[in-house]
């Protein structure tokens, strides 16, 4: 017998605000088409006035906690993936603590930029194996839209605010690939690639800064290394690519998650695709992407799952999950 972090129940809260890729070509020089065609991106949520990276983190949680069927002083834990937390500290785990009423437990964030919910999703898996918690509130939560540099086409057209929230709880099982439950992590980074993303801004400059990419470059690194692993991933967990039901990347560019797919041999029609309609919202695509999969039918209880992202750092990793 063993111990794995079994999914209790998922969430996500996006902005009411929806622009299209054609609000763009007022101020930019860009077209629907360019952005449509490199990206796959057709629109994106933006925070309003009154959305916070801790706001929405708090609404994709009680949204996790509703269909978990549990309360928020059930959670033992809070482990919130963002690079773009409200304030520099606190963080805005704890935040989400306060809002959600919690007045026991611990709250933390991780920052691995768009790698963060994976990152997030291996340390609360570490936590509930080291019995520290047994049931671990797991959220990505951004607000891109405010390190945006709106006159830099490159990226600005790119990005886009959200959040979303997995209840993970400890479960006794078999030890085996066919338990639910988190059945392997792998993680990465290689931090002499930094100048390729970045933010230009922190404690060492007294703003806050933009994000600056180099988009290429980037996705030249992209698919070698999330086909990577995800294989690392899947050989830890004992599967192999015919027992995938659904690969849930990070949605930054549709061309990246064909790529990525391709390598690792799984039809694009076992793959949840959302960037259409959110951009990338960086670590909370992942949450967000798993919520509206399981909302619009396509995962189902049992289901095996890989999920792989890489971002800033470079920062990259997979984990793969049963339902
Ligand atoms: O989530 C974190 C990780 N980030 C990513 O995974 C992003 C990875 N990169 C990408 O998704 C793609 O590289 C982009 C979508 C950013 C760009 O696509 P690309 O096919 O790599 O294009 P490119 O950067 O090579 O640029 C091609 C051309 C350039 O013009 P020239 O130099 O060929 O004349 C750009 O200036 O497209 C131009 N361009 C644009 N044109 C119209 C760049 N942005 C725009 C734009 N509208 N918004």
Redesign the pocket.
């Known amino acids: 017998m063993t111990i794995r972090a079994v999914v209790r129940g998922a969430g996500h809260y996006l902005p009411a605000r929806v622009v299209e890729n054609s609000e763009?070509e007022a101020t930019?020089?860009?077209?629907d088409e360019?952005?449509r065609s490199?990206?796959g991106i057709e629109r994106r949520h933006f925070a309003t006035e009154t959305d916070t990276t801790s706001s929405m983190a708090t609404a994709a949680a009680q949204a996790a906690l509703a269909d978990s069927g549990l309360e928020a002083s059930d959670i033992d834990a809070i482990v919130l993936a963002t690079s773009t937390a409200d304030l520099t500290f606190p963080s805005a785990a704890t935040m989400v603590q306060a809002q959600l009423g919690m007045t026991g437990g611990f709250a933390f964030d991780v920052q691995a930029?768009?790698a963060g919910f994976v990152y997030a999703l291996s340390n609360a898996n570490a936590l509930i194996l080291s019995g520290q918690a047994r049931r671990v509130l797991v959220i990505g939560a951004e607000t891109f839209s405010k390190i945006m540099d709106w006159t830099d086409?490159?990226t600005c057209?790119?990005f886009g605010d959200g959040a979303g929230a997995l209840v993970l709880e400890a479960e006794e099982a078999a030890g085996e690939a066919s338990d639910r439950g988190i059945l392997a992590c792998d993680l990465h980074s290689d931090g002499r690639l930094r100048d390729l993303?970045y933010v230009d801004g922190g404690v060492s400059t007294g703003t806050s800064g933009y994000l600056r990419?180099q988009?290429?470059q980037?996705?030249r690194h992209?698919v070698e290394k999330l086909a990577a692993t995800a294989h690392t991933a899947m050989d830890r967990a004992g599967v192999t690519a015919d027992d995938v039901d659904w690969i849930v990347p990070?949605q930054?560019?549709i061309?990246?998650i064909q790529g990525t797919a391709k390598k690792m041999n799984v039809p694009m029609d076992r793959v949840v695709v959302t960037v259409q309609d959110h951009g990338?919202t960086?670590a909370a695509s992942i949450p967000l992407a798993l919520s509206v999969g399981r909302a619009r039918g396509q995962i189902k209880d049992g289901d095996l799952l890989v999920t792989e992202a890489?971002?800033?750092g470079l920062a990259w990793g997979a984990v793969v999950l049963r339902w």
């Open positions: 763009f930019l020089d860009t077209t360019w952005i490199r990206s930029v768009c086409r490159s057209v790119l993303l990419m988009g290429n980037v996705f992209a990070h930054a560019n061309r990246i990338n960086s890489i971002g800033g």
